[in-house]
């Protein structure tokens, strides 16, 4: 079995895992942005710049971005669905925009208004606007298995989008189980028939716990050659235009898992469980996260 010596992994509590819950205070997510810099991690998705009235909890994302220069060791990205979001990120200081494409076009509808073929013709408008200002850019392909609206999502779909997005010159892709569906035989499928298009383009995935099998998908994407992951501290998150969809990969779960695959990763897991004890009480319910419950299995 080939694995990688080393996986990133971008955690996304701070938009993903709050995006379906109730606005908590800024000084709450800064809490928990602090504890998510005590665990090592190189890379966090701060916010999205996208509308108020559809995601109310993300409103203060420019607020949130103006406190970002506290911690200069991070590479922080915000997700943007459309061209203006693109704008009001950069103008917000963000260097890293993640531009989400749904393959399905319901859920595309649903999430930006817009059929997948438009939002797959605006990539070139993000990207222009990201390169003009030294920004990287990351196109990530929603519903990449299926829709909770279309069912499942023609492999071919994913692949035009993909297709689309290296032709135009994007810094990095990345695929999404956004109602978390995926299971690993369909992850190594899907992941073989992409990464030849991919060029030299990194590829990450996203995957949802939502049906208990996301951490064998990251594990199958992981096989298939993928080094870049998505996780949520303490399992926080889902999409709020995707009915069911609850429930990121919990980053300490991920950690847990890679690690005693001997897998090298840039997250201390116990400041992961840490981090995770204080989303947990930000957001005032209880999380998924099976290590948040169990511990680790070496004792300190």
Not at 89 to 116: K, P
Not at 167 to 183: E, K, N, P, Q
Not at 193 to 208: D, I, N, W, Y
Request: hydrophobic content about 45%; charged content about 20%.
């Amino acid at each position: 079995m080939n694995l990688p010596a080393h996986v990133d992994i971008r955690e996304v509590c701070l938009r993903d895992g709050l995006q379906i819950e109730d606005p908590i205070p800024l000084a709450a997510k800064l809490e928990i942005l602090e504890a998510i810099v005590a665990t090592g991690v190189k890379e966090i998705e701060a916010t999205a710049f996208v509308s108020p009235s559809k995601v109310p909890a993300l409103a203060d994302a420019a607020e949130l971005a103006a406190e970002l220069h506290r911690f200069p060791a991070v590479e922080f990205s915000a997700l943007v669905a459309s061209p203006n979001g693109a704008k009001r990120a950069i103008a917000a200081g963000l260097n890293s925009i993640e531009y989400v494409v749904s393959a399905a076009d319901s859920h595309s509808r649903a999430n930006v208004g817009r059929s997948t073929a438009e939002t797959t013709v605006a990539i070139a408008d993000v990207t222009r606007i990201a390169h003009d200002s030294d920004a990287s850019i990351e196109v990530i392909v929603a519903t990449a298995w299926d829709c909770p609206f279309d069912g499942p999502t023609p492999q071919h779909r994913v692949l035009d989008i993909v297709s689309a997005a290296v032709d135009l010159g994007v810094d990095r892709i990345a695929v999404a189980d956004t109602i978390g569906t995926a299971t690993p035989k369909r992850v190594t499928e899907l992941v073989a028939a992409v990464t030849p298009l991919l060029g030299a383009t990194p590829l990450g995935a996203h995957f949802h716990n939502t049906r208990g099998c996301g951490l064998a998908s990251a594990y199958a994407a992981v096989q298939a050659g993928v080094t870049r992951l998505d996780a949520s501290v303490g399992g926080l998150g889902g999409c709020p235009f995707a009915p069911g969809a609850s429930g990121n990969i919990a980053t300490e779960d991920l950690v847990y898992l890679l690690r005693d695959c001997g897998i090298g990763v840039d997250v201390d897991l116990t400041a992961a469980i840490d981090a995770a004890r204080v989303a947990q009480r930000a957001v005032g319910h209880n999380l998924p996260s099976a290590l948040l419950r169990a511990g680790d299995r070496i004792l300190n």
